[in-house]
C-alpha cells in the first residue's frame, strides 16, 4: 500500500502544497517512507465547502443507508489487513498486539454506531399533540427530535493512532449524528491516519455518499487546525490531547463570531483511595495490580492513575515498597513521538524536584535514543501535596505519586484539593465503605466515572459508559466521548410547533413510519398516533 501524503480533500487527492514533513519512527528517531503535504488555507476552504454542501444531503440520508456507510467504513479497515497495523507499529511505537486490539475497538465503534442508527431511537423524539379546545389557551401540536449540527472538525489523538484518530469514536459518532467531518490528522501518525481515510473515503463512494461528507487533512503545526476552528463553516470540534492544546483549541473556538461547541478531553490524574482495610488486607497484590495499572501502554492513557491516595500506616508502607519493587522490575518503553517522551523527562524530573518529594522506584532507565520513558513512582505528605498545585498537574506517561494522608479529615481535604476528572478509584472493603461513605459521597462531585475496587485503565465501549469530567478534564461537564452517548456532543434538539405532517421528519409523523420508541404525550410507545 502506499502512502500519497497528499490531503484527501473530499474523495479526491488534492492539496499538494510545498509544506511538507515525514514521519518519524519513535523507537529508532530514523524519518519514514512518504512525504506529507501540510494543508494551506485554500485546501481548508476547500474542505469546509465541500462539507456544508454535502451536509445538506447528508443530514436527511436514510437511516439504514448511514448505518450501511458507518458498516463499510468498518469493512474497509478490516481490508486494510497487516498494512495498517503495521504503519502503526513504526510510527506510534506501540506493540502489535495492542494495535490489534484497538483496531477491533474501532471497527466495533463503527459497528456499535451503526446499530444505533438503524435502530433509530436515539433522535429522542417527543411528541405533545394538540388540544385545540383547552381553556384558557389552546395547547399546540409540539413535535421535537435531534438534528445534526453541521461539519464537525475531529483532531486525532496521539495516544489512540485508531481508536481515537481518524475513524475513531468522534468521527463515528458525528457521522452517526448526520454530520460531515474533517480530520485534522495527528503529525505523529499521518501515514496511519492516511491509511483509514482511504478507508472512509473508499466506503462514502461505494455507499453512495456525497462528496465532501469527509476529508482529511494533514499539517505539521497548528495552523490547519487553527483555521479550521475558526472557519465560519464549521460547527464542532473534538478533540483528544493536552491541556494546552485543548485550551487553545477551546478559546479559539469561544472566541469566533459564531461560537461553537468544542469537545475538548484534556486529561486526568485520575485519583486512587486506598482506604485502610483494603490496603490491611493485601498490599502487595494491591501494589502489582497498580503497578501493571501505571506501566501499562508506557502510562500513554488518560486513565492513567497518577494519583494515589492512602492513610498511613505499616499496611500503607508494605504497599509503597511493593510497589516500587514492582516497578523497578519494569522496563523503559518507547513513548509514542520524542516531544512526548521529553514533555515525560521534563515532568518527572520537575516533579521530583518539588518540596516534600520521596522518590519510591526511580529506574533512571531513560534512553533518550530509543524515545524510551522509564517508570518512575514517588510519594508525598498530603500537606506538601494541598500546598502545591504543580503535584495535582498530570504526567503523561508512566508516574504516579502517593499521597501520605495522617487521617480522615486531611484525606478528605485532598479529595477537596483536586480538580475535575475522567475517573476516581476508591480501593475499599465493605467496612470501609461505610467508615468513610461521607468522603466517598464528595467523589460524585469530582469525576465522570466512578470505580470500586478496579484501576482506571480500560474504558468498555457502551451506552452506560461516561468518560468526559469536570474541568479542566474535559471543556462540557455533560458529554462523553466513549459509548454510543457521544452521538449527542454532534447534535441538537429542534421543536416544530404546528406543522402539517408532509412537512416533519418521519420519525415525526403520526404512523411511525421508522419504528422507533417515541415518548408520546408523556408516555414511552411504538404506538402510531390515533
Ligand atoms: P497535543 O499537543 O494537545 O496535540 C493534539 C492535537 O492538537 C494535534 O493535532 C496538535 O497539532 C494540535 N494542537 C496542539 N496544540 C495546539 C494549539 N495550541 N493550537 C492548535 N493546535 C494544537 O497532544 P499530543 O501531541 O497528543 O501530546 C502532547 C501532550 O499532550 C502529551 O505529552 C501529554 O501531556 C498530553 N496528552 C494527554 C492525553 C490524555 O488523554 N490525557 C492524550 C494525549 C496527549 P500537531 O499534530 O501539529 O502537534
Known amino acids: 500500500m502506499t502512502i500519497t501524503g497528499k490531503n484527501h480533500i473530499g474523495s479526491s487527492l488534492t492539496g499538494d502544497t510545498d509544506d511538507t514533513f515525514y514521519a518519524i519512527n519513535p523507537s529508532t528517531g530514523q524519518q519514514l517512507d512518504g512525504k506529507f503535504y501540510s494543508a494551506n488555507d485554500s485546501d481548508i476552504d476547500n474542505a469546509v465547502n465541500l462539507a456544508t454542501q454535502a451536509f445538506e444531503i447528508y443530514k436527511g440520508i436514510d437511516k439504514d443507508k448511514k448505518a450501511d456507510f458507518l458498516e463499510k467504513i468498518a469493512d474497509e479497515i478490516e481490508a486494510l489487513g ?45 411528541i405533545d399533540t394538540a388540544i385545540p379546545d383547552r381553556s384558557p389557551v389552546p395547547k399546540p401540536d409540539l413535535r421535537k427530535m435531534m438534528v445534526p449540527l453541521g461539519t464537525v472538525v475531529v483532531f486525532g489523538a496521539s495516544n489512540f493512532p485508531l481508536a481515537f484518530s481518524t475513524a475513531g469514536g468522534d468521527t463515528a459518532s458525528a457521522f452517526a449524528g448526520g454530520n460531515p467531518v474533517i480530520v485534522k490528522a495527528h503529525n505523529s501518525h499521518p501515514g496511519t491516519s492516511e491509511l483509514i481515510a482511504s478507508a472512509i473515503i473508499n466506503a462514502a463512494n461505494s455507499s453512495g455518499m456525497p462528496e465532501g461528507i469527509f476529508s482529511h487533512v494533514q499539517d505539521n503545526g497548528f495552523h490547519a487546525g487553527n483555521q479550521l476552528v475558526s472557519h ?30 468544542m469537545f475538548a478531553e484534556m486529561g486526568s490524574v485520575n485519583p486512587v483511595l486506598l482506604l485502610p482495610g483494603v490496603v490491611e488486607a493485601n498490599p502487595v497484590r494491591m501494589a502489582e495490580q497498580y503497578a501493571g495499572s501505571i506501566t501499562l501502554g508506557a502510562g500513554q492513557f488518560c486513565t492513567n492513575p497518577g494519583l494515589l491516595i492512602g492513610l498511613n500506616s505499616e499496611a500503607l508502607q508494605h504497599f509503597a515498597d511493593a510497589l516500587g519493587n514492582a516497578i523497578s522490575d519494569s522496563k523503559a518503553s518507547v513513548m509514542l513521538n520524542k516531544g512526548i517522551f521529553e514533555n515525560f523527562r521534563n515532568r518527572k524530573a520537575q516533579m521530583l524536584e518539588q518540596y516534600g518529594i520521596e522518590t519510591i522506584s526511580d529506574t533512571q532507565d531513560d534512553n533518550p535514543d530509543i524515545n524510551a520513558g522509564s517508570p518512575v513512582v514517588a510519594a508525598v505528605k498530603a500537606s506538601s501535596f494541598i500546598a502545591n498545585p504543580t503535584l495535582h498537574e498530570e504526567v503523561f506517561g508512566p508516574w504516579s505519586l502517593l499521597v501520605r494522608c495522617n487521617d480522615k479529615d486531611e484525606m478528605t481535604e485532598v479529595v477537596k484539593n483536586i480538580a475535575g476528572q475522567l475517573t476516581i478509584t476508591v480501593m475499599a472493603t465493605e467496612s470501609d465503605l461505610q467508615e468513610f461513605s461521607a468522603l466517598i459521597h464528595l467523589l460524585r462531585e469530582k469525576a465522570g466515572r466512578l470505580i470500586l475496587n478496579g484501576v482506571p485503565t480500560g474504558v ?24 454510543t452517548a457521544a452521538i449527542k456532543r454532534f447534535v441538537r434538539p429542534l421543536s416544530f410547533q404546528d406543522w402539517p405532517e408532509t412537512l416533519l ?26
Request: net charge positive; charged share 25%.
Open 82 to 126: 497487516d498494512a495498517l497495523i503495521e504503519r502503526a507499529m513504526l510510527e506510534s511505537g506501540l506493540p502489535q498486539a495492542r494495535l490489534t486490539g484497538e483496531r477491533g475497538r474501532t471497527v466495533n465503534q463503527l459497528k456499535m454506531f451503526a446499530a444505533l442508527v438503524r435502530e433509530g431511537s436515539w433522535v429522542e423524539a417527543a
Open 505 to 530: 421528519p418521519p420519525e415525526l409523523h403520526n404512523d411511525n413510519p421508522m419504528d422507533i420508541w417515541r415518548l408520546v404525550n408523556g408516555r414511552f410507545t411504538k404506538d402510531k398516533i390515533a
Open 232 to 261: 465560519p463553516g464549521v460547527k464542532a470540534v473534538g478533540f483528544t490531547g493536552s491541556f494546552s492544546g485543548g485550551k487553545a483549541l477551546y478559546s479559539r473556538a469561544q472566541k469566533r463570531e459564531t461560537p461553537i461547541p
Open 460 to 483: 468498555e465501549v457502551c451506552p452506560s459508559m461516561q468518560h468526559g469530567g469536570p474541568y479542566p478534564a474535559t471543556t462540557d461537564i455533560r458529554f462523553t466521548s466513549v459509548g
